[in-house]
T-cell receptor, first 114, second 113 residues
Framework: QQPVQSPQAVILREGEDAVINCSSSKALYSVHWYRQKHGEAPVFLMILLKGGEQKGHDKISASFNEKKQQSSLYLTASQLSYSGTYFCGTDRPYSGAGSYQLTFGKGTKLSVIP | NAGVTQTPKFQVLKTGQSMTLQCAQDMNHEYMSWYRQDPGMGLRLIHYSVGAGITDQGEVPNGYNVSRSTTEDFPLRLLSAAPSQTSVYFC????????????FGPGTRLTVL
């Protein structure tokens, strides 16, 4: 089941901040964030693991509320290069060989204008 | 390292034809997966593999087959192409699976007429 992202699209001026949300109806092990530019493959930004460990990006931060099964991606002082579609991916707690699945949301299109 | 490679980059098929999309990685990753991306639908998991000889279905497996005979390769087979399979296909790999960074290939844009 796909996680739900909000908003679907957002337009920012350079220097403004944005928050992208991701929520799931199921218990999560980790939340992944990726950015995709038009015509390109998704590129890794960040992983947040259950228990608080975070692996990721210098200029972008995120939070993971395990109890609410929600994550938020924080983009501060946006730059033109931040434009693209942001995807969150969620997985279930690992329960044995062959059971791991990473499921992505439908994406949030972010446009940064001068 | 070449990372994750996919061939071909573009393909046009007629309805009913079969073909194989190739995916290879040189990072010794155990976990590999195939996604399709359609406008407004995000990335949907087709099939995945947690190691050589082990595969399983994702969200949208119908019409596709996979096998994993080596750690490096994970081909996706379209048995009888349909217009509904027109999409961009991405292969991804990671070292372990859960909690690990997924590395995506450049994608294959498939059109079925």
């Amino acid at each position: 089941q796909q996680p739900v992202q909000s908003p679907q699209a957002v337009i920012l001026r350079e220097g403004e901040d944005a928050v992208i949300n991701c929520s799931s109806s199921k218990a999560l092990y980790s939340v992944h964030w990726y950015r995709q530019k038009h015509g390109e493959a998704p590129v890794f930004l960040m992983i947040l693991l259950k228990g608080g460990e975070q692996k990721g990006h210098d200029k972008i931060s995120a939070s993971f509320n395990e109890k609410k099964q929600q994550s938020s991606l924080y983009l501060t002082a946006s730059q033109l290069s931040y434009s693209g579609t942001y995807f969150c991916g969620t997985d279930r707690p690992y329960s044995g060989a062959g059971s791991y699945q990473l499921t992505f949301g439908k994406g949030t299109k972010l446009s940064v204008i001068p | 390292n070449a990372g994750v490679t996919q061939t071909p980059k573009f393909q046009v098929l007629k309805t009913g034809q079969s073909m194989t999309l190739q995916c290879a990685q040189d990072m010794n990753h155990e976990y590999m997966s195939w996604y399709r991306q359609d406008p407004g639908m995000g990335l949907r998991l087709i099939h995945y593999s947690v190691g050589a000889g082990i595969t399983d279905q994702g969200e949208v497996p119908n019409g596709y087959n996979v096998s994993r005979s080596t750690t490096e390769d994970f081909p996706l087979r379209l048995l009888s192409a349909a217009p509904s399979q027109t999409s961009v296909y991405f292969c991804a790999s990671s070292y372990r699976g859960e909690g690990d960074t997924q590395y995506f290939g450049p994608g294959t844009r498939l059109t079925v007429l």
